[in-house]
């Protein structure tokens, strides 16, 4: 594919799409790992493919690679149109029942303007990743309808301990089929793992915050918000109407960061319409507290909705695999919150 000669996405052609959930995953089939933002020859630095392959064959599940995942340029990353093509080729072939992404990175949103959105709608199937992999989910999401999931990683699988309730999580919405009701992790860990998986640090669990009361229902719209905010403006900016924003940010972030990009997003004409908000639990040098995210979603524009934080999703483990596009049930009050999610 020449990314050069692809047309640009003009938001004034867009209509809404059907909501699409892909089929779900069954033993013998083939999933296809790519990498739409950083490459697979960087995470080999830390190399754990035995184990991935060995955990997803106990899923009896396959792998396949795409032709240009160990490309490396200075950024770590690929050139836009081997991307473009891995992402088509998964897309296009039958014998591919699902998509896994290597890992995150910067630069997913470079290959927008150059999808398919049609090969991609003709051909749903799984995609599941997380952090800046969150623009193409929101960007698919908007163009074909087709839901997506925010979950994690191909390079996750190579975390060999405390990882079982981010699998079970992972089986659960991808092969057993979608609808759970969630409780809090009884304990999360934020730790370079893959640098040393003998030394891990498992923190107590302080449950689900429950910082402003109500409840709500609605369309599943977000996943790292840093990233979900590229899209602004652009025609693959997901509706915000009617939906509950599930929101995470990784180290990077910090207090006054978070709150400036929560308000630009609360800022779209649409988002007076939003009916819930769920925030991800922070790592923590991002030094977000509680008492911050009280006072961050303290702000007019979410005035009478719910919101619960510290949710098990984002950049700690255990991790969610939450359907972007999917339906969340939220009620919040002063002992907790109740979630559930469904992905149809």
């Known amino acids: 594919m020449n990314p050069s000669a692809a047309p ?24 296809r790992v790519i990498a739409p933002a950083s490459s697979r020859a960087m ?4 190399d ?36 473009v093509a891995d992402l088509h080729d998964a897309f296009a072939d039958p014998a591919v029942k699902g998509i896994l992404t290597v890992i995150g990175g910067f630069n997913s949103n470079e290959l927008l303007p150059y999808l398919d959105w049609d090969l991609i709608a003709a051909n749903p199937k799984i995609l599941c990743g997380y952090s800046d992999i969150t623009a193409l989910q929101n960007a698919i999401f908007a163009r074909t309808g087709l839901v997506t999931y925010s979950g994690p990683h191909w390079s996750s699988f190579g975390m060999r301990d405390h990882f079982d309730l981010t699998r079970q999580w992972f089986v659960d919405a991808l092969v057993d089929g ?74 990077s972030t910090d207090p006054m960061t978070f ?23 922070f790592q923590r040098s991002s030094g977000i507290t509680r008492a911050h995210l009280q006072e961050i979603t303290a702000q007019p524009a979410l005035a009478g909705l719910p919101v619960l934080a510290n949710v098990d999703f984002g ?17 919040v009050d002063s002992s907790g919150g109740r979630l559930r999610l469904a992905d149809g």
Not at 10 to 27: C, E, Q
Request: net charge negative; with cysteine; charged share 20%.
């Open 259 to 281: 709150a400036r990009d929560l308000t630009s997003l609360l800022q779209l004409p649409d988002a007076e319409d939003i009916q819930g908000l769920v925030i991800g639990r």
């Open 48 to 83: 754990h493919s035995a184990l991935i392959e060995s955990r997803f064959a106990d899923l009896g599940l396959r792998l396949s690679y795409g032709s240009h995942v160990d490309e490396r340029d200075m950024f770590d990353s690929s050139s836009v149109a081997s991307r």
């Open 178 to 251: 979608y609808r759970m009701e969630l409780i809090p992790s009884a304990e999360w860990t934020d730790d370079a793992w893959f640098l040393d998986q003998d030394n891990r640090s498992p923190q107590p669990g302080e449950g689900w915050w429950p910082l402003q009361q109500g409840s709500a229902a609605g369309r599943i719209i977000g996943g790292n918000l840093c990233t979900l905010n590229l899209l602004q403006g652009t025609a693959q900016m997901p509706p915000l109407a009617g939906s509950v924003l599930m929101l995470e940010d990784d180290a």
């Open 315 to 331: 950049h700690t483990q255990p991790q969610l695999t939450l359907p972007i596009g999917g339906r969340a049930e939220l009620a």
């Open 43 to 46: 995470v080999a630095e830390h």
């Open 8 to 31: 640009e996405n003009a938001a004034s052609a867009i209509t809404a799409p059907t909501v699409t959930v892909p089929p779900k995953l069954a033993k013998g089939d083939l999933l």
